[in-house]
């Protein structure tokens, strides 16, 4: 079954934690990204990543770090930085640059700090 | 800095009127614009994109580089178009970075 895998689908923690948000991709995609989701405000972005082991900063980059070690795969790490960590991520990829631009989305994770 | 505007938050329209969402844009290079869906308990998905220049579930967009502008529109709502949708930019001279506006929700009436 091919598509964009995210978990945890929901995840609580405590506020000072450290959270790390898995995306993976089986359909050989080079570019992933990361959005926030918020009511109101539509998707922002986060980080972008156009190749293995390397990224660039989106428009909310604050609080959050990323690696892409490998092709398939790339995880987000909200850090006790962020100051309004509680909101719903999405994780998405699309083919090489250049390309058609299709994103295609996973289904989310919903993190709430308490 | 690229920007994409949606002014409407909510649209309602009435089975069988035409629809339009507005969307615009801000980039000094050249944009690619897509049109994003997400139906409820459903991903997010493309709908359309202005390079195809298609007609998808009966929905068009022209861009208007002049307005800088990419409006989605449909002559005949039907229920099942009720979703959210996202105008969304490519910024084709700053290596891929994809940004969105905040979103429409389009409830049709009955």
């Known amino acids: 079954d091919g598509g964009i895998t995210q978990s945890p689908k929901y995840l609580f923690r405590k506020e000072g934690q450290n959270v790390t948000l898995s995306c993976e991709q089986n359909?050989?995609?080079?570019?992933m990204y990361w959005y926030r989701q918020d009511p109101g405000q539509g998707l922002r972005l986060i980080y972008y990543s156009q190749i293995v082991n390397d990224f660039q900063k989106g428009d909310i980059a604050e609080g959050y770090s990323v690696s892409r070690e490998k092709k398939e795969s790339f995880p987000l790490t909200v850090t006790s930085a962020q100051k309004n960590p509680t909101a719903f991520y999405l994780c998405a990829s699309s083919t090489k640059i250049g390309g058609t631009g299709e994103l295609f989305f996973g289904e989310g994770s919903r993190l709430t700090v308490l | 800095a690229q920007r994409v505007t949606q002014p409407e938050k909510l649209l309602s329209v009435f089975k069988g009127a035409p629809v339009e969402l507005k969307c615009n844009y801000s980039?000094?290079?050249?944009?690619?614009l897509f049109w994003y869906v997400q139906y409820s308990r459903q991903r997010l998905q493309l709908l359309l994109r202005?390079?195809s220049r298609e007609s998808i579930k009966g929905f068009t967009a022209d861009l208007n580089k002049g307005e800088t502008s990419f409006h989605l529109k449909k002559p005949f709502a039907q229920e099942e178009d009720s979703a959210m949708y996202y105008c969304a930019l490519r910024a084709m001279n700053r290596d891929d970075k994809i940004i969105f506006g905040k979103g429409t929700r389009l409830h049709i009436l009955p």
């Open positions: 980039y000094s290079g050249s944009p690619e």
């Open positions: 202005h390079i």
């Open positions: 359909l050989n995609h080079d570019a």
